[in-house]
């Protein structure tokens, strides 16, 4: 298969990506007059501590792929090593979409909090805080502070996925305040037609190194201070009793901050000013700036569709992606995550010794960029998804991308393949097809995902150069060799007795971009409370 999966050519590919596009609109044409279904809300209470002991070991002094992509920061050490995990919170006494229970007797205000930490003991020792944060909620209003395991975008499944474009649970998250309506929250008029919901979030990357390059005065260091701005709109179009609802939104996110100390009294907006073009994506520019987008911008626009029969609901959905601004100009729009889920509506509601809950199989292409000769001319150029001239690190934190985990990092990559130096990512052109599964055999609960992938570097290290606005940059000394990614991994977990719970996990990784490895891990965990 991978084989196969190496011959298929641009056009191919390009026609794939065509036929996922037309298949999601057409879909929801079709789907628009479906009848009728109803849901109600999922009643939670009280609070709980889990405590997890793992020992693992991973081959070739490389952890595996999905061991350590989508988890939140939350990884093994390569080799032989052990681990403890520890998590508290309290949840919301009801959670679900307000809208739902408004009229009971339960109080408009309620709060919450998580905290995790995740301890490593191999060759050498290694303490993280995975979650650390407070909730407070009237009604569908929510306002979140500090550390949380959130991602953003619109897709099916978020522990199935191959991870969204934007925020993937990749990373550690930045901590921040966010100020948002986690649920949709359906408006009282036509009969709850239309419901929506959207969040404003500002937080702190802390120092990250910005190009030497862009200073126009001194600077005893190039780490400066960043900070995150993130906001998102989604909508949701369907009565209560449809069978059928269509989605759709639009997230943003961008690095920025410390602009005074690169660019001096050159720089004339003060901080408010600043957060206004961040926050509009407003072109800035000044004598000896260059006139761009201020900071690191990048997010998706996303369409989704889900029809519930009886017994299974499906969902298709897709995220056009977009980094400097091509998909203005739809120059970039074969780009994108195109995915369908399919849900088991009477999971463990029978005796047989299997059972599955959820399918999921999505299909990434960020091949495009609006950067070969023959693309649509656009003023920023190629997109270069998560690379940036500003920031060297590029769209990650701690060391890791924020949003897929496709998008190679190049201090992840093997060594020999062609890399240009400025790039942090060493490959973000990518073609990968992406199964998941979750489901029960006998008592044991099992998840499992398979992801084939194809590299083709960045268009740097491509035999057509990159492009920055009308600036065409001549290819890298060396140009990348496509190369072919197998990644698979197997997930199952057991209850024992006296809420004590066993799990086993296993991963490989084959193939010319990733070292080769093998991993696994087993797990006992204890469980006290009641979420």
């Known amino acids: 298969m991978m084989a196969i999966w190496g011959k298929l050519t641009h056009v191919d590919m390009y026609n794939i990506n065509q036929f996922c596009i037309g298949f999601l609109l057409i879909t929801q044409l079709l789907l628009i007059s479906g009848a009728t279904k109803t849901f109600a809300q999922t009643d939670t209470?009280?609070?709980?501590?889990?405590?997890?002991?793992?020992?693992?070991?991973?081959?070739?002094?490389?952890v595996p792929f999905w061991i350590r992509s989508n988890q939140f920061g939350s990884i093994p050490l390569d080799g032989a090593s052990g681990g403890l995990l520890v998590r508290a919170a309290k949840n919301y006494a009801i959670s679900g979409e307000w809208t739902t229970y408004r009229d009971t007797a339960s109080s408009a205000w309620d709060w919450g909090y998580g905290l995790e930490a995740r301890a490593n003991i191999g060759h050498k020792a290694l303490v993280r805080l995975i979650d650390a944060h407070v909730k407070v909620r009237y009604a569908m209003f929510?306002?979140?502070?500090?550390?949380?395991?959130?991602?953003?975008?619109?897709?099916?499944?978020?522990?199935l996925s191959s991870g969204n474009f934007a925020v993937s649970g990749n990373a550690l998250g930045?901590?921040?305040?966010?100020?948002?309506?986690?649920?949709?929250?359906?408006?009282?008029?036509?009969?709850?037609?239309?419901?929506?919901?959207?969040?404003?979030?500002?937080?702190?990357?802390?120092?990250?190194?910005?190009?030497?390059?862009?200073?126009?005065?001194?600077?005893?260091?190039?780490?400066?201070?960043?900070?995150?701005?993130?906001?998102?709109?989604?909508?949701?179009?369907?009565?209560?009793h449809w069978r059928v609802n269509l989605y759709g939104g639009i997230n943003h996110q961008v690095q920025w901050g410390s602009e005074k100390k690169v660019y001096g009294d050159r720089y004339t907006l003060n901080s408010m000013e600043t957060l206004w073009y961040v926050f509009w994506g407003k072109p800035y520019g000044a004598p000896s700036i260059p006139r761009s987008k201020l900071g690191n911008q990048q997010g998706s626009v996303d369409l989704g569709v889900s029809y519930d029969w009886d017994d299974i609901q499906l969902m298709a959905y897709r995220q056009n992606i977009y980094d400097v601004g091509a998909i203005s100009k739809l120059a970039n729009i074969v780009d994108g995550l195109n995915g369908i889920t399919l849900t088991n509506k009477e999971y463990n509601t029978t005796e047989k010794n299997w059972d599955w809950q959820k399918l999921l199989f999505e299909f990434f292409y960020s091949k495009d960029q609006a950067g070969y000769p023959w693309s649509k001319p656009t003023a920023s150029g190629d997109e270069d998804y998560y690379n940036n001239y500003y920031y060297t690190d590029g769209w990650s934190y701690k060391k890791q991308g924020v949003g897929s985990p496709l998008i190679i990092p190049a201090h992840t990559a093997k060594k020999g393949q062609a890399h240009n130096p400025s790039d942090y990512f060493i490959s973000n052109r990518v073609v990968a097809g992406h199964l998941g599964l979750r489901g029960r055999l006998y008592r044991w609960n099992v998840q499992s995902k398979l992801t084939f992938v194809r590299h083709y570097g960045t268009f740097a290290t491509s035999v057509y150069g990159k492009s920055t606005g009308d600036r065409w940059h001549p290819p890298h000394d060396e140009t990348f060799s496509p190369v072919s990614q197998f990644s698979a991994f197997i997930d199952a977990e057991r209850e024992l007795r006296n809420n004590f719970f066993l799990g086993l996990r296993v991963a490989i990784d084959q193939g010319q971009l990733l070292d080769n490895s093998v991993g696994g891990q087993v797990s006992l965990r204890k469980f006290f409370g009641k979420p």
């Open 174 to 240: 930045v901590p921040m305040l966010d100020i948002r309506i986690p649920q949709y929250y359906r408006l009282p008029w036509f009969d709850g037609l239309f419901s929506f919901k959207g969040n404003f979030a500002n937080g702190f990357m802390g120092k990250m190194p910005i190009n030497t390059d862009v200073f126009l005065i001194p600077s005893s260091s190039n780490s400066l201070s960043t900070l995150l701005h993130q906001k998102s709109l989604y909508g949701r179009l369907g009565k209560p």
């Open 45 to 62: 209470t009280g609070q709980y501590i889990q405590i997890s002991l793992l020992a693992g070991y991973t081959s070739n002094h490389v």
């Open 142 to 159: 929510e306002a979140k502070l500090g550390r949380t395991k959130d991602v953003m975008g619109l897709n099916g499944d978020t522990l």
